[in-house]
T-cell receptor
Framework: EDQVTQSPEALRLQEGESSSLNCSYT??????LFWYRQDPGKGPEFLFT???AGEEKEKERLKATLTKKESFLHITAPKPEDSATYLC????????????FGKGTKLSVIP | EAGVAQSPRYKIIEKRQSVAFWCNPI?????LYWYQQILGQGPKLLIQ????????DSQLPKDRFSAERLKGVDSTLKIQPAKLEDSAVYLC????????????FGPGTRLTVT
């Protein structure tokens, strides 16, 4: 069974304090790894898709990287508006394009 | 571009009652998904439609949950009868094709079963 584990569960950062969120996965046949951001009371918002080990993608203060067993979401000099829950999801196997999500990391950036 | 629309946003019902949720995907998106998100968890796929056909409903509790996508556009998810453990946010998402690399989510319907 595919498993996605995110750590830490919660993270508090001071504004400007860079850090990383981790997403480790145990799957058969990874077809893609996705990062989403979810604000309270809203649906997840797509951030990145990574397909192969060594791939990196950036968007503003966020940078996602992928290895054969895990992905990192690096946050550089975060601002309070970066506060949200960050979800990692994988797609594996053939057939339907089903996203299997982790439980998320709740990030709080303190001014 | 209008996003994924869902209604109602909130619903409170008693156990054993029935409830229905509605979703209108982004125009032109062929694939539609329903997810259940329990508090503190990531979303879990319930059912996936490609146009008006079901692609994957392996995690849908079919004894009480049903879903349809008439005419391949909007969709309805129904629960009958509801149980306490059905309390969750029900999210609808859509993507352009079946290999939905970018799934766009609606705001969700928060269901409370008392």
């Amino acid at each position: 069974e595919d498993q996605v584990t995110q750590s830490p569960e919660a993270l508090r950062l001071q504004e400007g304090e860079s850090s990383s969120l981790n997403c480790s996965y145990t799957v058969s046949g990874l077809r893609g790894l996705f990062w989403y951001r979810q604000d309270p009371g809203k649906g997840p918002e797509f951030l990145f898709t990574l397909y192969s080990a060594g791939e990196e993608k950036e968007k503003e203060r966020l940078k996602a990287t992928l290895t054969k067993k895990e992905s990192f979401l690096h946050i550089t000099a975060p601002k309070p508006e970066d506060s949200a829950t960050y979800l990692c999801a994988v797609v594996t196997g053939a057939g339907s394009y089903q996203l299997t999500f982790g439980k998320g990391t709740k990030l709080s950036v303190i001014p | 571009e209008a996003g994924v629309a869902q209604s109602p946003r909130y619903k409170i019902i008693e156990k054993r009652q029935s409830v229905a949720f509605w979703c209108n995907p982004i125009s032109g998106h062929a694939t539609l998904y329903w997810y259940q998100q329990i508090l503190g968890q990531g979303p879990k796929l319930l059912i996936q439609f490609q146009n008006n056909g079901v692609v994957d409903d392996s995690q849908l509790p079919k004894d009480r949950f049903s879903a349809e996508r008439l005419k391949g556009v909007d969709s309805t998810l129904k629960i009958q009868p509801a149980k306490l453990e059905d309390s969750a946010v029900y999210l609808c998402a859509s993507s352009l094709g079946i290999q939905g690399t970018e799934q766009y989510f609606g705001p969700g319907t928060r269901l409370t079963v008392t």
